[in-house]
C-alpha cells in the first residue's frame, strides 16, 4: 500500500434540517472544487435561535483531508 500524505481545509457547512443535513453541505460542497476528498472530522457544532426562540439552523465546523496527488 502507498503511503498518503493529505491536506487538510476547514469548512463550515449549516443546515435547517439539521446537523447530518449540514455535514451534507460542507462536503458536497467541497467535493465540487477538491479532488481526492478522503475524510472529515466534525470539530464544533453550534445553533441558532430564530426570533421565535426556536433552533433556526445548525452550523458545524469540520476538518476534511484529501491526498495530494503524485508531482
Not at 460542507?26 to 481526492?36: D, F, P, V
Not at 430564530?50 to 458545524?60: P, S, W
Request: glycine fraction near 10%; avoid cysteine; hydrophobic fraction near 40%.
Amino acid at each position: 500500500m502507498p503511503e498518503h500524505v493529505y491536506k487538510v481545509v476547514e469548512l463550515v457547512g449549516s443546515s435547517k434540517q439539521g446537523i447530518d443535513d449540514a455535514v451534507q453541505t460542507a462536503i458536497t460542497r467541497a467535493g465540487a472544487t477538491l479532488r481526492h476528498l478522503r475524510w472529515f472530522e466534525v470539530t464544533q457544532i453550534r445553533g441558532a435561535v430564530g426570533e421565535d426562540g426556536r433552533v433556526d439552523h445548525m452550523q458545524v465546523t469540520l476538518k476534511a483531508g484529501f491526498t495530494l496527488e503524485d508531482a
